[in-house]
Structure formats: structure tokens, C-alpha cells
């Protein structure tokens, strides 16, 4: 018997939004808007923080070949994204994220800091504060790569949904650690199958990443994944 207390609306996890259809830019308020408006599960961002600590919205961290986490936000918001949006900002994506939303959670993918862990930790305050700040009417699913990153964010917000990327941790040990879910690459849950019983008898919830192929997606729907995290989730809506 599954004991997971999250009970999102469907199984879909539109991956950097849902960009790729109607070619959005990856990350932008247009993708964000186009997973709510599709009626996604979730809707993933990527968090990152500039040289003078604003935290902005991208996956790599360069933004037009200037390295994030070394630039001003001043100079980094002069280039613009490929449909003319501004570089957004996590407080304007929040805010976007709260317009017709029904039942998309916002999940936010702290970046790990290429700059020492005094950085990382400083990186998690800055969006603890910010969520604080604004309260969003919506649920946020934290998700990162970084151990130590998801650690202090349920030290400073112990109710926190955080999921855990990097698919070397086992469910007992995230059960342990206060952590909800094990959001892995799909080659993770095929090495270690017995994972996904475990994880079902202590109520981890199971999200994968990043499946675009439609027969894959069925086969972890039938293993009972929560979440699927796809570049498709137009397709995978319809499943
Ligand atoms: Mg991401």
C-alpha cells in the first residue's frame, strides 16, 4: 500500500516548461505559462544566483556565453531570450506561476554553485527568503542535485516537498534525511529496480527524468511512478 501524502493532479512534469512544441525558449514565462495553462503536474525551472545575488531563471550557467554566478544582473538582463522575453527573475516567475493556476505545482531546481558551499547555502537562504516573502498559493517541489543544498532547505523549511536528483542515495537513507522523493535519471531506476519497491513501501514519491520516449513513459506509469519529468508533456498528457 502506497503511503505518499502528495497527490499531484496527473503524472506530468513539464521539464524547463513546456517549450518545446511551440518553441519556447527552455525556462521562459511563455513555457512556464503553456505547462499551467496545459494543466501539468508540475511545471521544472532551474534556479541559479548572479554576482550580485539576484536569483534568475536558466539551465546553463552561462547566460549568452556570461558566466551567471560572475555577472551583474544588470548586464546579464541586456540579452534577451530568443522570444524577446527578459531574463526572468525567481520572484517574477513565481508571481507568473500563480496566474490561472489550478493544480500546477512550481517545481524549482536550486542549481548547485560552482562557487564553494558557503555560496550553495547562501543560494538556498536567498530562495527560502524570497518563498517566505511571497507565499505562493501553489505547492513548490524543491529539487537539486546538491546533497547539502537539499539538506539545509529542510533545515531552514522542515515542511519543504524536497526531491532529491542525483541518484546516489537510496530510499532509506532519503526516508532518513527527511527528503520525499527520489527524482533520478531513468538509467538510475533500471540499475537498481529494487529501489522503486522500496521507495513504494516507505512512500518516497518516484519521479523520473528526462523521458521523452512515449513506450518508456508507459512502462514506468505501469511500474507506478508519481511523476514523470518529459520534454513531451503534451504526449504525455494524453496518457
Ligand atoms: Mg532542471
Given at each position: 500500500m502506497r503511503n505518499v501524502a502528495y497527490k499531484p493532479a496527473n503524472h506530468i512534469v513539464a521539464h524547463r516548461?513546456?517549450?518545446?512544441k511551440n518553441g519556447?525558449?527552455?525556462?521562459?514565462i511563455a513555457s512556464l505559462k503553456e505547462a499551467i495553462r496545459l494543466g501539468c503536474a508540475g511545471s521544472e525551472f532551474d534556479v541559479r544566483m548572479s554576482a550580485d545575488d539576484s536569483l534568475v531563471i536558466n539551465?546553463?550557467?552561462?547566460h549568452n556565453k556570461l558566466e551567471i554566478e560572475k555577472t551583474g544582473y544588470a548586464e546579464l538582463i541586456q540579452h534577451l531570450l530568443?522570444?524577446?522575453?527578459?531574463?526572468?527573475?525567481l520572484r517574477e516567475y513565481l508571481v507568473a506561476g500563480?496566474?490561472?493556476?489550478?493544480?500546477?505545482?512550481?517545481?524549482?531546481e536550486i542549481k548547485p554553485s560552482g562557487l564553494g558551499s558557503e555560496r550553495a547555502q547562501k543560494i538556498v537562504d536567498r530562495v527560502v527568503d524570497l518563498v517566505k516573502e511571497l507565499k505562493p498559493p501553489y505547492r513548490i517541489v524543491y529539487i537539486s542535485f546538491d546533497y547539502n543544498m537539499c539538506l539545509h532547505l529542510l533545515k531552514r523549511m522542515p515542511k519543504a516537498h524536497v526531491q532529491y536528483l542525483n541518484?546516489?542515495?537510496?530510499p532509506d537513507q532519503l526516508k532518513e534525511a527527511g527528503i520525499r522523493g527520489m527524482d533520478y535519471n531513468f538509467s538510475v531506476f533500471k540499475k537498481h529496480p529494487e529501489w522503486i519497491t522500496r521507495a513504494k513501501e516507505l512512500g518516497i514519491v518516484l519521479n523520473v527524468w528526462t523521458v521523452n520516449d512515449l513506450t518508456m513513459m508507459q512502462g514506468f506509469l505501469d511500474q507506478g511512478f508519481d511523476l514523470i519529468t518529459t520534454n513531451e508533456p503534451e504526449e504525455g498528457l494524453k496518457k
Open positions: 516548461g513546456a517549450f518545446k519556447f525558449p527552455e525556462n521562459s539551465h546553463d550557467p552561462t530568443s522570444n524577446g522575453e527578459k531574463l526572468p527573475t500563480s496566474e490561472n493556476n489550478k493544480h500546477t505545482d512550481l517545481v524549482l541518484g546516489d542515495k537510496t
